[in-house]
């Protein structure tokens, strides 16, 4: 195997949470830290890859050589990484978007009224970024790989989303309670196969899981 095995190839990532606003001091998000995508980021940058890294609002430094682009909203995410998907040859989707985001945005702070009645809010279904970019024309449309975050049931969850988004490769999430931890598990789900990564299923620093990932991307897209 070359020591570079993305060499010449580009990438194009998303990571972290996405910030529906409901007013200008509060919003939807939650608990996606980003490490896992950054982590990815990097050790594509190391294999050789141009890498763009489209982040939602995260506290991590930008890995060496990456260029990246900051976005809050999932709107903002899509239109980050739709004009760039078609010039890339790998889309890797590891951003825990919002699934919902509040249906109007009020211009001020939304005011507790005296009256004890709490605020109800209509919410409406954000775009899915990656089965967009997996219905772009053969032509245009890079590589996909999607990510399951699932508390029950992963494989057969995983193997949905590889039918419903219209992707070759999803990639689950063993380890319990991932978000924010520094170490992971995998499973790498495809049409006719599921496997761990690491192949114990150990859990292992999401740095070393990262370059083993790349490593298996790169020989998929070989
Ligand atoms: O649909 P679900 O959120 O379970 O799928 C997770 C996968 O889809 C992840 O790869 C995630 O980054 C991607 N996704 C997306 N846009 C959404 C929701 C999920 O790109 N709106």
Redesign the pocket.
């Known amino acids: 195997l070359s020591p570079k095995p993305l060499a010449g190839r580009r990438l194009l990532i ?1 990571a972290g949470p996405t910030f529906e606003a409901i007013d200008p001091v509060r919003g939807i998000t939650n608990l996606s830290s980003g490490k896992m995508g950054f982590a990815i980021a990097r050790a594509a940058r190391e294999a050789g890859a141009d890498v763009t890294l489209v982040a939602g609002p995260v506290h991590l430094p930008t890995p060496r050589g990456v260029t990246r682009v900051d976005v809050r909203s ?1 709107q903002q995410m899509l239109d980050a990484v739709m004009p760039r998907a078609p010039l890339h040859d790998l889309f890797v ?5 919002a ?1 919902w985001r509040p249906a109007s945005l009020s211009e001020h702070k939304i005011k507790k009224d005296g009256k004890k009645v709490a605020p109800s809010f209509e919410l409406a279904e ?5 089965a967009a970019v997996a219905r772009l024309p053969a032509a245009q449309r890079p590589f996909c790989v ?3 975050a699932e508390s029950e049931k992963l494989e057969q969850h995983a193997r949905e ?1 590889l039918a419903r ?1 219209g992707v070759p490769l999803i990639v689950g999430n063993l380890g319990p309670a991932t978000f924010g931890r520094d170490d992971n598990a995998l499973l790498l789900v495809d049409a006719e196969h599921s496997r761990p990564l690491p192949e114990d299923g150990r859990a292992c620093d999401k740095q070393t899981l990262a370059r083993a990932l790349v490593a298996e991307i790169a020989r998929r897209l070989a």
Do not use: E, Q
């Open positions: 998303t999932a989707a590891t951003a825990a978007v699934d954000n775009p899915d970024i990656l999607g990510f399951a989303k988004k």
